[in-house]
């Protein structure tokens, strides 16, 4: 009967250490989906979009030699990427705002939103694609008037035209 007390007790203080516990267990769960649903799934289509056309170029002996360490090296590099950001997600968000975060990410017209974006036929993925070029090639015109003497023949103003002198006053008349 007297370890009645003491059992309970330890109980009790289990179950008071177990929950911030399984808080942190289900924000790293809650994390990790959204990780994997969004970044991870964006991350693997691209690197497979890139790596087709890598392979593209090389003998089908070449590229099945290839494939596999790059696929292999690709999945660590990503497993690796899903596990930092989960945890930081789950230090930044508590369990509400990570299951509304989840809410939004299922939510089908998000999902409509995001496949429109990743479709690379889309006009937005066009036009999306023409404006970073347009500004990418901006910035690197940027850099190279800022190579050298700092200005290039295209950025040297033109010489604001001068006005002709004006004549000379006459004299008065006596």
Do not use: C, W
Not at 51 to 62: D, G, P, R, V, Y
């Amino acid at each position: 009967m007297r370890a009645l007390p003491h059992l309970a007790a330890g109980l009790a203080l289990a179950l008071a250490l177990a929950g911030p516990a399984r808080a942190d267990d289900e924000r790293l769960s809650l994390a990790r989906d959204i990780v994997t649903k969004t970044v991870a799934r964006n991350l693997t289509q691209a690197f497979k979009q890139a790596e087709e056309k890598t392979l593209a170029s090389m003998s089908a002996e070449q590229a099945g030699k290839l494939r596999p360490e790059l696929d292999k090296t690709f999945a660590q590099e990503r497993d690796t990427l899903v596990d930092g950001l989960s945890k930081e997600y789950a230090q930044k968000f508590d369990v509400p705002e990570l299951k509304r975060l989840v809410a939004i990410y299922d939510d089908p017209v998000y999902q409509k939103f995001q496949a429109l974006n990743a479709d690379p036929t889309s006009m937005v993925t066009t036009i999306t694609k023409d404006a970073v070029t347009k500004m990418m090639n901006l910035l690197s015109l940027a850099a190279l008037s800022q190579q050298g003497n700092g200005q290039t023949p295209q950025s040297v103003p033109a010489p604001a035209p001068t006005p002709a002198p004006s004549p000379a006053p006459a004299p008065a008349k006596p």
